[in-house]
T-cell receptor, first 114, second 111 residues
Framework: DTEVTQTPKHLVMGMTNKKSLKCEQH?????MYWYKQKAKKPPELMFV???????INESVPSRFSPECPNSSLLNLHLHALQPEDSALYLC?????????????FGSGTRLTVV | LAKTTQPISMDSYEGQEVNITCSHN???????ITWYQQFPSQGPRFIIQ???TKVTNEVASLFIPADRKSSTLSLPRVSLSDTAVYYC????????????FGGGTRVLVKP
């Protein structure tokens, strides 16, 4: 399995809703990432997990809450989002330190906040 | 983190070679250069990575001069399906490090 799987592919939520995005990989990668991408812009890093511990938080608002239950799973919990949070949310993974290979990205979750 | 500069867009025709140059003047000794391709509403896809000189795989070639302050991604004989955004990233792709995307280059391949 050489893929990063993200669910759901599309999500529409109201500003008072609570929802979660899920990301899964079975490549044995020990780092996982959340990126946010607005239309016609490059992906922006949100969070980095290394060996299941949060190692980087790029000053993301607390309405986004990441969770890494185990080495294969990464969740992004969403609460009280704003319409400007509508974007493509991308998950990625990469191999162990010392191995300088690229990231593997999922296809993303298209989030619309209404 | 090394900042990258790429052309915003490029047009080409089917069957031509496309060369995209990325400038990264403050690249660090340990940094690698990695290129990704992204289609609309999909995640970026790894194309090629290199440290110095030339790297070639089944998809592309990457040329890196001795000073490593720039790099050129070469796509041979492009087809319509190569229309995408191409990103140059500079850094260490090791687990847990953060890689920052630059603006990317929109390549449009015309028939």
């Amino acid at each position: 399995d050489t893929e990063v799987t993200q669910t759901p592919k599309h999500l529409v939520m109201g500003m008072t809703n609570k929802k979660s995005l899920k990301c899964e990989q079975h490549m044995g990668h020990r780092a996982m990432y959340w990126y946010k991408q607005k239309a016609k812009k490059p992906p922006e890093l949100m969070f980095v997990y290394s060996y299941e511990k949060l190692s980087i938080n790029e000053s993301v608002p607390s309405r986004f809450s990441p969770e890494c239950p185990n080495s294969s799973l990464l969740n992004l919990h969403l609460h009280a989002l704003q319409p400007e949070d509508s974007a493509l949310y991308l998950c990625a993974s990469s191999q162990d330190p010392g191995e300088n290979y690229g990231y593997t990205f999922g296809s993303g979750t298209r989030l619309t906040v209404v | 983190l090394a900042k990258t500069t790429q052309p915003i867009s490029m047009d080409s025709y089917e069957g031509q070679e496309v060369n995209i140059t990325c400038s990264h003047n403050n690249i660090a000794t340990n940094d690698y250069i990695t290129w990704y391709q992204q289609f609309p509403s999909q995640g970026p896809r790894f194309i090629i990575q290199g440290y110095k000189t030339k790297v070639t795989n089944e998809v592309a070639s990457l040329f890196i001069p001795a000073d490593r302050k720039s790099s050129t991604l070469s796509l041979p004989r492009v087809s319509l399906s190569d229309t995408a955004v191409y990103y140059c990233l500079v850094g260490v792709s090791a687990a847990g490090n953060k890689l920052t995307f630059g603006g990317g280059t929109r390549v449009l391949v015309k028939p």
